[in-house]
């Protein structure tokens, strides 16, 4: 055997065995992607910047998973089965919440460790390995951080239907100018909501149904 198949045996090996140490659920797009993901049920809902803090002694994961927390904390409690935060932004709560989350082996959920200003994290985010048309409803945490997912990323990681929800003005103002493929609605709560519009092959299926009761009932 080579050196370099050699090497390249061991760096496998070492990141697999650093995978055996840390829970199954914690997806970190630094490393390549694991062979088996253990996906939450669907519908598939993301929190972009959480899984990485704490407020009042409670993790973000404790606080989105478990209901009746008082209205103290301020805070929406959104319903989430993968958790987005930035890798880098406070390793202090992200360690945390995956001591939370090893406490906590039956909980079906994900956290995924991804920068969302680096092109390279986001390629991996919106692969086929990855999210690609898995996402029903992506949100945000409050104080939201890192950078916005463009119209392309969103596209590319809804279902047809898929929400992207904003409640930041700031942030939204990245979406002021709506692209073609999504609906944009501004609601009464100051909430932007942007659907992936119900188009493609599934779209292309339903008009030929519609198609083929309509000349049903004329042979009728």
């Given at each position: 055997m080579?050196?370099?198949?050699?090497k390249n045996d061991t760096e496998e090996q070492s990141v697999e065995s650093k995978r055996s140490e840390q829970d199954k659920r914690v997806i970190d797009l630094r490393v390549p992607l694991p062979r088996?993901?253990?996906w939450p049920s669907e519908p598939l809902h993301m929190t972009l910047c959480a899984g990485?803090?704490?407020?009042?002694?409670?993790t973000d994961i404790e606080y989105f998973t478990t209901k009746g927390f008082p209205k103290s904390f301020n805070r929406e409690n959104k319903s989430t089965n993968i958790f987005c935060?930035?890798?880098d932004y406070n390793k202090h709560g992200i360690s945390e919440n995956i001591k939370y989350l090893n406490d906590h082996p039956e909980l079906k959920i994900l956290l995924v460790l991804c920068d969302t200003t680096d092109p390279g994290h986001l390629e991996i985010f919106a692969s086929e390995h990855l999210f690609k048309n898995k996402l029903s409803v992506i949100q945000e945490d409050m104080a939201c951080y890192g950078g916005?997912?463009?119209?392309?990323?969103?596209?590319d990681v809804l279902v047809p239907g898929g929400q992207y929800i904003l409640d930041d003005a700031q942030r939204m103002r990245n979406y002021s100018d709506c692209d073609a493929r999504f609906e944009?609605?501004?609601q009464a709560s100051n909430k932007l909501v942007i659907t992936k519009k119900m188009t493609g092959a599934g779209t292309k299926t339903?008009?030929?149904?519609?198609k083929r009761?309509?000349?049903?009932?004329?042979l009728k």
């Open positions: 080579s050196r370099k198949r050699q088996y993901i253990p990485d803090g704490v407020q009042q002694g409670k935060c930035s890798p916005a997912l463009d119209y392309n990323i969103l596209y944009c609605d501004k339903m008009k030929k149904c519609k009761r309509k000349s049903r009932k004329k």
